[in-house]
């Protein structure tokens, strides 16, 4: 797998550069949304301003244990839902509670660290809520309880939208598009 | 479980004028990574605890630090193989490096050294439409995987004590990943690469042996060696100090079985280059008032063919 995914990164990594400058020179100049910078700076502002409540380390923690102990290779509904709400809760503390203990502007892992567990949390919700939507197996999604494929209704892509205090909006609008290599029962 | 009480450089290059020393104590299983104490450590008791990190298995390259005075990685060095009996680790930051914060160093003058050898494969034709492919024999990339598995830890350049008198050398890391492209069949710039490598102090190496300790197996210091032979091979900078004092050491142990220096101080400065034997006339005339001249003519040692046919087998070149 190490040797896929390292040459996945070189050969996507380098289009998606190319594609980057490619868009950046036909967008001409180009300016952050104000909004945006605006709230990133309160985030990271109100993480550092407090100095008690919950630490990323401890969510992060709370995260990895449900995660696989619910939404691990065979999964099922009842765990499935069990993980969505405790990833919610997980969440809600995390917009509520959490803070930064170290407050130099110097290699602030400690900051750094915090923004990827509020980034996991979201990614978390999408694999957990997905998980629980798809009542069927297929690739890496193994249901006992849903052990077929079922290519009728799921050979859509779960696209998920995140929404403050709530579960993540599941939209199915997008259908898979069949080119080379059509679908096929896993029989080996 | 025991206790781990991890004595940490702390420092911060934006408010501290000189740094200071923290002991974090922690409950963990002995057989715990230096790496994870620190990072329960920092999750536990103080967030401001600041190293490198990434893949906490030693492929990374990231956590190289020194531990009791070693610099390597902590993410491969086990807690009960470090803790002294009151179960203290004193954690530093890596030598040779400028400390930024805590743990963590500049590491640009390391990187620039990488980025002076062209790091990459430099072919002869750019076969811009990768219709062929570039192949290698599983004998000439066997030379290749040991340089190549380097992960640019930097445990090396931490090690080297000719790093900390003169930071203009390479290092180990960088001139053994210079081998890795020098020795490379589908590489077209063998002569620039050992020219440029030369540029940086090649020669300064010491051979002291203190970088083969690598995390990865890299041995730059074999390297080092090779790359050195690589430059005489290939006639590369051969008016240049550090090629010649190797030949001309070579050559007098060859035909008398002992270092003749009178004859290797005029052979690396140069016969003929009067402004260098004058700038070491000086040291000359100290010796000699101090009774240590050496002969400027040495007869071979009784047994010189032994010595000969040492040299004849190693395949030395001349």
């Not at chain 1, 390292?6 to 400058?21: M, S």
């Not at chain 1, 709370?62 to 290779?73: A, H, L, R």
């Not at chain 2, 000439?140 to 000719?162: E, G, I, Q, R, S």
């Not at chain 2, 101080?265 to 008032?289: D, E």
Request: net charge neutral; with cysteine; proline share 6%.
């Amino acid at each position: 797998l190490g040797g896929n995914s390292l040459l996945e990164t070189i050969v996507y990594g380098a289009r998606a550069a190319n594609h980057a400058c490619d868009y950046i020179k036909e967008s001409g100049e180009v300016r952050p949304s104000e909004r945006t910078l605006k709230s990133e700076q309160a985030r990271i502002d109100n993480w550092l301003s407090k100095n008690s409540g919950l630490r990323a380390p401890q969510l992060r923690t709370q995260m990895n244990t449900t995660m696989s102990k619910n939404v691990f290779i065979f999964r099922q509904e009842k765990e499935l839902k069990q993980a969505v709400d405790d990833l919610l809760e997980i969440r809600k503390s995390f917009d509520r509670d959490v803070y930064v203990m170290d407050k130099s502007k110097t290699f602030n892992t400690d900051l750094v660290h915090a923004m990827e567990v509020d980034f996991l949390i979201d990614a978390a919700m999408c694999v957990a809520n997905g998980a629980l939507a798809r009542q069927e197996s297929r690739g890496a999604q193994a249901r006992i309880d849903y052990p077929e494929r079922d290519d009728k209704n799921w050979m859509v892509h779960t696209l998920a939208w995140r929404q403050q205090d709530q579960n993540p909006r599941l939209d199915y609008s997008r259908k898979v598009t069949i080119t080379k290599w059509a679908p096929q029962v896993r029989s080996y | 479980m025991a206790q781990v009480k991890l004595d940490i450089f702390r420092y911060d290059e934006a408010v501290d004028a000189v740094p200071h020393r923290d002991t974090v104590e922690i409950d963990v299983p002995v057989t715990m990574t230096v790496l994870d104490a620190l990072e329960t450590a920092k999750a536990e008791v103080d967030g401001s605890i600041s190293f490198r990190r990434s893949c906490r298995s030693a492929i990374c390259g990231s956590c190289s630090m020194n531990i009791n005075g070693v610099t390597g990685l902590a993410c491969k060095t086990p807690c009960k193989s470090v803790m002294n009996t009151e179960g203290v680790i004193q954690i530093d930051p890596m030598p040779n490096f400028q400390p930024m914060k805590d743990l963590v160093v500049h590491m640009d003058p390391f990187w620039d050294k990488y980025t002076r050898l062209k790091p990459y494969l430099q072919p002869a034709d750019r076969d811009e439409d990768h219709e062929r492919e570039r192949r290698v024999s599983p004998a000439d990339m066997k030379k290749l995987v040991d340089a190549a598995n380097c992960v640019m830890c930097a445990t090396c350049y931490a090690l080297c004590p000719v790093v900390s008198v003169d930071p203009s050398f390479a290092g180990p890391a960088a001139i053994a990943y210079a081998y890795r492209f020098i020795e490379d069949v589908r590489d077209s710039k063998k002569k620039e690469r050992l020219a440029q490598i030369n540029e940086d102090y090649l020669w300064l190496c010491a051979h002291c042996y203190a970088c083969s300790y690598c995390p990865k197996h890299v041995d730059p210091h074999d390297r080092i060696v090779d790359v050195k032979r690589a430059t005489i091979q290939e006639g590369v900078m051969m008016d240049h100090p550090g090629p010649r004092h190797a030949l001309v050491v070579n050559k007098t142990i060859k035909k008398t079985g002992m270092l003749a220096e009178t004859e290797v101080i005029q052979g690396t400065v140069g016969r003929f280059n009067f402004v260098g034997l004058m700038k070491i006339a000086p040291l000359g005339l100290r010796m000699a008032a101090k009774g240590k001249m050496p002969p400027p003519f040495l007869k071979p040692i009784p047994k010189v063919d032994e010595v000969r046919t040492i040299f004849e087998s190693l395949e030395v070149p001349t």
